[in-house]
């Protein structure tokens, strides 16, 4: 029964990480810069410029798809030595998930930014969880493995 209830709790907080920046509290929008136009016979250009917090969402969308397969195969896997290395497993990415957007990539340095103020916090909330439960979850294996 804790193999079930431990891995659905860990794809629904993968899957969590992956909607966190993109939809429940998306990062900064791209924005479009237009070219000077420098004379009549040369229109202006348009290019599209990335925030470091859109890769950000990118990279998190990636770490969320990596936990939810690790969760994936802790409810596949019976063997209680097999799920506490993936819950081993699960404390490092979710470190990982927590130093991107602080430490590797970063967010917008403008506090009034919506990644700022909302996928940072929720990110770093969703790994502090991750890890916790992970951890909960090593300890209860390592009991139950002992006995």
Same mark, same amino acid.
Do not use: D
């Given at each position: ?18 909607? @966190? ?44 798809? @990596? ?70 979850? @090593? ?9």
């Amino acid at each position: 029964m804790n193999r079930v209830i431990i891995s659905l709790v860990f794809i629904v907080l993968g899957l969590l990480v992956i909607l @966190v920046p993109t939809y429940l509290l998306p990062v900064c929008a791209p924005m479009e810069v237009i070219s000077p136009v420098v004379n009549v016979q040369t229109p202006a250009h348009v290019t599209v410029k990335y925030m470091k917090c859109h890769w950000t969402g990118q990279a998190e969308m990636g770490i969320g798809a @990596v936990i939810m397969a690790l969760g994936l195969l802790m409810l596949l896997s019976r063997s209680a030595s097999v799920r506490l290395g993936l819950s081993l497993s699960i404390i490092c990415v979710a470190l990982l998930a927590a130093a991107i957007p602080t430490v590797l990539i970063g967010v917008c340095p403008g506090e009034m930014m919506p990644c700022h103020m909302g996928t940072l916090p929720a990110l770093l909330l969703l790994s502090g969880l991750l890890v916790a439960i992970a951890l909960i979850n @090593v300890l209860y294996l390592s009991r139950s493995h002992r006995q």
